[in-house]
């Protein structure tokens, strides 16, 4: 008998549905939402009444997509955190009215591990156990990942996240929200020449909040001496800034990598799409003798492919949620 998984996810601002069935994913739509670009940020009313607009029109979508129906459905996967509470609210309440009207299991899905598992969507799959960055907006962890549903965080961040400063930096140069894309693309037109501090954190920890400080006062010691700094050198000080980000982030994976001798190396999360990230991943992976793995940019972002794969494991174990489950703002891997 076949499985049929629909994925919901809405954890921040995109909508997503996915159609999964055996392992394979059918279908996997986004509906992003253009309008924090004028706030600059995510702003989590928006947010949580467009997901409320969206929901359907993108569940529906997926569905016909995949050619399946809803009678084929053998359970609802969705994303019962971590993420923003308007947000979750809106899948979690979708996802529980629709699998009590199907009569059918409902699986809650860790947005975190979901990310992880992004790399069975499609192959080639990493061998356990493996090693994955998981890097994005609002969290950076090195997690060892022994099967599909047993992982253990081995460093995370302090206190920002790498998309965090990404887009942090963007806001002080005037780049559009969300900035992570545009320094990727300026800075492959510049060259990393403005020295930033490397964060020293010990063991396998992350702390982006000095380096996003040091980048603050750095422009603001240039725009006194040049007010057209910024608008002469913003390739250059892009490139600067993805070097010095990039180069944290595959201090510490190289630090892990040695550390417990896995050589199956993964990353994933919405900076898993940054160019220089990928680059230095591949270049690592040769020198280094790893295999490695990223997964395709659909799968980088935030997804519902992803919640579906998270799901049919979770599934085939037979973890289900009751209806009386609700969203966690916070929860860990």
Request: with cysteine.
């Amino acid at each position: 008998m076949q499985t049929t998984i629909l994925g919901i996810e809405s954890s921040c601002d995109d909508t997503s549905a996915a159609i999964l069935r055996d392992g394979a994913v059918l279908s996997n739509l986004v509906a992003g939402q253009e309008a924090h670009k004028l706030y600059g940020g995510v702003v989590p009313e928006v947010a949580s009444r467009a997901h409320q607009v969206h929901i359907v029109p993108v569940v529906d979508a997926a569905l016909k997509k995949a050619g399946v129906g809803l009678e084929e459905l053998s359970a609802v996967a969705f994303t019962r955190g971590p993420g923003l509470a308007g947000s979750l609210i809106v899948g979690v309440s979708f996802a529980k009215a629709l699998a009590l009207s199907l009569d059918i299991p409902l699986v809650e899905v860790n947005h975190m591990q979901a990310h992880v598992l992004a790399h069975f969507a499609e192959p080639p799959y990493p061998a356990f156990p493996f090693l994955c960055l998981t890097v994005s907006g609002g969290h950076t962890q090195i997690v060892r990942v022994k099967d599909p549903l047993n992982m253990e965080v081995l460093g995370h961040t302090l206190d920002d996240a790498a998309g965090e400063a990404f887009d942090k930096t963007g806001k002080l140069l005037g780049l559009d929200y969300p900035a992570g894309p545009l320094i990727d693309k300026l800075a492959r037109q510049g060259t990393p020449r403005f020295p930033f501090p490397r964060p020293q954190i010990p063991g396998l920890d992350f702390s982006f909040s000095g380096l996003k400080t040091a980048i603050l006062y750095f422009l603001r010691q240039a725009l006194e001496k040049d007010p057209e700094f910024i608008r002469n050198n913003l390739a250059d000080i892009c490139a600067s800034v993805q070097q010095i980000i990039v180069n944290t982030l595959m201090d510490k994976l190289e630090k892990a990598a040695a550390e417990t001798g896995i050589r199956e190396i993964a990353v994933a999360g919405g900076v898993s799409a940054n160019s220089g990230l990928r680059s230095a991943v591949e270049s690592a992976g040769k020198r280094l003798g790893w295999n490695t793995y990223i997964p395709k940019l659909e799968y980088c972002t935030d997804n519902a492919g992803m919640i579906a794969v998270a799901g049919y494991y979770k599934y085939l174990k037979g973890e289900f949620s009751g209806q009386d489950v609700g969203p966690l703002v916070r929860w860990s891997v």
